[in-house]
């Protein structure tokens, strides 16, 4: 089966917002008309998705990502900050700006994004499941990957969700948001680390910094992860590798019952001949 994940999609990473990523506003047509199956569709079998995922950037106030939080630290800083749990170790932190401060209009998920999920969770017919992973939560250390800490301390209930379904596993996900180096490169090198296929389309996704964000998807590439260009071109390629993949799983099985088969077909000969 298919997933898709929504990295931070929220009012802080818009324009406008405390830490406004440039053009992120561009995503959220390819992702309401190509990536989320529209409210008013009568079945769900023209999308690939069994669950949706969106994460959510939730700072505590004071936050150790935040520049206000160190003396002296502008954003686009890098320091080093102590490890959340082990003594005497430290790792790199990007100063940010205050932003997705828990309770705040920033933190929020895009009102358009918000509002389809809600449809799509309370719809009549089967609906995929939809999952929100609140990151970044724990003030001593922060959390671009929806699938564990920069520490690689922790990890987030996303890990056990996807893990856990059976009998219909998630094989290939669909990464798209915001942004495509920093929060959505972690996603999607997490998922591959935990041995599902990637997909990212780049028009449902925006970076920090240009020259930052072709490293990322070189990366990615690098890493296994199909980059292509438009959100229709991820969805089809995902329902075509469900497909494949279950292809495969099934021709598996035939192949084991046929040896089977024969196995008795030799034993039962075997005992014949004897006879």
Not at 93 to 118: F, K, N
Request: glycine residues 6%; contains cysteine; charged residues 25%.
């Amino acid at each position: 089966m298919a997933g898709l994940i929504l990295v931070d999609v929220q009012y802080d990473f818009l324009p406008g917002g405390a830490l406004a990523v440039k053009e992120a506003d561009t995503i959220i047509t390819p992702i309401l008309d190509e990536l989320l199956p529209p409210a008013s569709a009568s079945s769900s079998s023209q999308q690939p998705w069994r669950t949706i995922v969106a994460t959510q950037d939730y700072h505590p106030v004071g936050h150790i990502s935040f520049a206000s939080s160190h003396t002296g630290a502008k954003p686009l800083d890098t320091r080093r900050v102590s490890h959340p749990l082990i003594k005497g170790e430290e790792i790199d932190q990007v100063m940010w700006p205050d932003h997705c401060v828990q309770g705040t209009r920033g933190a929020e998920i895009e009102d358009h994004v918000a509002a389809r999920l809600r449809q799509i969770k309370t719809s009549e017919r089967e609906a995929p499941d939809i999952i929100l992973v609140q990151k970044g939560t724990d003030p001593h250390v922060d959390g671009y990957s929806g699938l564990s800490d920069n520490a690689q301390s922790r990890f987030t209930p996303l890990v056990r969700y996807l893990s856990s379904r059976r009998p219909d596993p998630i094989d290939v996900v669909v990464v798209c948001g915001l942004a495509t180096d920093y929060c959505v490169l972690y996603t999607a090198m997490d998922l591959v680390k935990f041995g599902y296929k990637v997909l990212l389309p780049r028009e449902a996704t925006r970076g920090v910094d240009a020259q930052g964000s072709q490293e990322a998807l070189d990366k990615l590439e690098a890493a296994g992860v199909k980059v292509v260009q438009t959100a229709r071109e991820a969805k089809e390629l995902a329902r075509q590798m469900v497909k494949q993949l279950e292809a495969r799983s099934e021709e598996s099985y035939l192949g084991k019952f046929e040896l089977e088969q024969k196995k008795v077909w030799e034993e039962q000969m075997g005992r014949q001949s004897v006879q």
